[in-house]
């Protein structure tokens, strides 16, 4: 924040009649342990009266009128033992809470604020116990079950898109944070004759919150779509897309690391450009291809990227979506769990946490409609005549694997049983079967070698994935084979 902005916050913070549940005065108290519990209180406090920051303000007395009389507190340059304040708080606060710390004069005597944002995902301990304010107090949340499960309830409520990145800025700082002629050009827009129309769009699109006089609130849905810098909002900077090109096929040697810091919607195109030049080219593989063609088909890519940016889980602290380039495959992560089966990612309509997030993506055309996504990656990597990707889960990400083209001679029996699975997706999907000479086709089996498709059918069928359209058609001719939801 600028000098004009704290003064401003600071004359809003002392016009209260009296210290809040999101609001603490101190004069010279820096116990470090207290500072601390404050911090765990008003970030669960915050989160629970749905404020978008809460504020210890040191240099302020608690009596009426609450006079500013000055402190000798300076956060910057305390310590606990060899270790900066600041970061041993940040250590000892799970999940981490994110607070600002500033220091400024107010009527000539020295003031600090710490704004403190509210939680999201889950109550905020310090060390072993999780603190909330009753009153103008602060007490253990343990102690009062009722607050407890409010607490826990907000955390279902409110969508990640409507909480706020950064609040209480004026209209030429979003015009600075917001790429806003992107913005327009990415929903085919005009862009407004001026800033009143400007503003007002970017309030109609929820990328900003219009407050009195002049001030507005940027929220998670603005920031992180449609950011200059997501490095100006310290909450979603970790949030950036990482892209990291390894020199063979293991992270042993990375040859270059790019760190996107546009927000999404306005550094798609570039990020998918970035990949696209670092990959390298093909020789012709099948017929439908000519002889120079990227290893691996844009549409896949875009999608893939689109989907771990989409699906994240941003409650998730320290981590963010990232694109790995080896020699052999590309791997695309994102943090969260997904809320479907990766088996049924071809077929069911996606779910997604951040469904305002989604929604836009689609609206800009960023990504496919819902629910074919996934059929065009798996469409375009048959015809490229690739590997099937791979989709797995770990305990905090989600995980979509790219593989090089290799020879189905090369190939081993999970790749081709998930091979076989995926095209039986599609062809159910396509309102298709999947047939012995389907499956010669995606793997490019010459007639005379039809025994090949045979085998690979009959591991599929023995791990459970597919099964007959007609069990009572003898016929091994003619089978037809759907998989094991249809």
């Known amino acids: 924040m600028i000098d004009d902005e704290l003064q401003s916050l600071l004359k809003t913070l002392t016009a209260l009649p009296h210290e809040t549940e999101w609001a603490e005065f101190k004069h010279n108290n820096t116990n470090p342990d207290d500072i601390g519990e404050y911090l765990s209180a008003l970030a669960n406090s915050a989160a629970l009266h749905r404020k978008e920051s809460a504020y210890i303000v040191w240099g302020v007395s608690n009596d009426p009128g609450h006079p500013i009389v000055g402190t000798t507190f300076k956060p910057h340059a305390e310590k606990v033992g060899n270790e900066e304040l600041e970061n041993w708080l940040s250590v ?11 220091e400024f004069f107010a009527e000539g005597k020295p003031v600090v604020i710490f704004c403190v944002q509210p939680t999201t995902s889950s109550p905020v301990r310090f060390k072993e116990a999780e603190f909330i304010r009753v009153g103008s107090y602060k007490k253990k949340l343990k102690d009062y079950p009722e607050k407890e499960k409010a607490l826990w309830a907000t955390f279902s409520q409110l969508p990640f898109e409507k909480a706020i990145a950064m609040p209480n800025v004026d209209s030429d700082q979003i015009l600075n944070l917001i790429d806003y002629p992107a913005f327009f050009q990415l929903l085919k827009q005009s862009l407004p004759e001026n800033r009143s129309g400007i503003l007002e769009r970017l309030v109609q699109e929820k990328v900003v919150v219009r407050k009195a006089a002049n001030r507005f609130d940027v929220t998670n849905l603005g920031a992180i779509l449609f950011a200059r810098r997501l490095g100006a909002f310290d909450r979603l900077s970790r949030k950036s897309l990482r892209i990291i090109i390894y020199r063979g096929a293991n992270r042993v040697e990375t040859v270059r690391e790019q760190t996107g810091d546009r927000g999404y919607a306005v550094g798609f195109e570039g990020a998918i450009r970035y990949i696209n030049d670092r990959l390298p080219q093909n020789e012709q593989i099948g017929q439908a291809l000519r002889r120079e063609v990227r290893m691996y088909p844009e549409i896949a890519i875009r999608e893939l990227v689109a989907n771990a940016l989409i699906h994240q889980d941003f409650s998730a602290t320290g981590t963010g979506p990232m694109v790995e380039i080896f020699s052999d495959r590309i791997e695309i992560a994102n943090p969260g769990t997904p809320l479907i089966d990766t088996l049924r990612f071809i077929d069911e309509p996606p779910q997604s946490r951040n469904e305002a997030v989604a929604a836009s993506m689609r609206r800009m055309n960023i990504c496919e409609e819902r629910g074919s996504g996934v059929d065009k990656v798996i469409f375009n990597v048959e015809l490229f005549q690739l590997p099937a990707p791979k989709f797995t889960v770990t305990q905090d990400h989600t995980q979509a694997v790219l593989f090089a083209y290799k020879k189905l001679s090369k190939m081993d029996k999970d790749d081709r049983i998930r091979a076989c699975y995926q095209h039986a997706c599609l062809c159910c ?28 059918i009959a591991e599929t069928l023995e791990s459970k994935l597919i099964k007959p359209f007609d069990p009572k058609n003898l016929s091994r001719k003619h089978i037809k084979y759907v998989p094991f939801w249809a």
């Open 429 to 456: 999907v396509s309102n298709d079967r999947m047939t012995n000479a389907s499956l010669r086709k995606r793997f490019s089996i010459k007639d005379e070698n039809y025994s090949i498709a045979s085998r690979i």
């Open 92 to 102: 000892h606060l799970a999940p981490r809470v994110n607070f600002q710390i500033h």
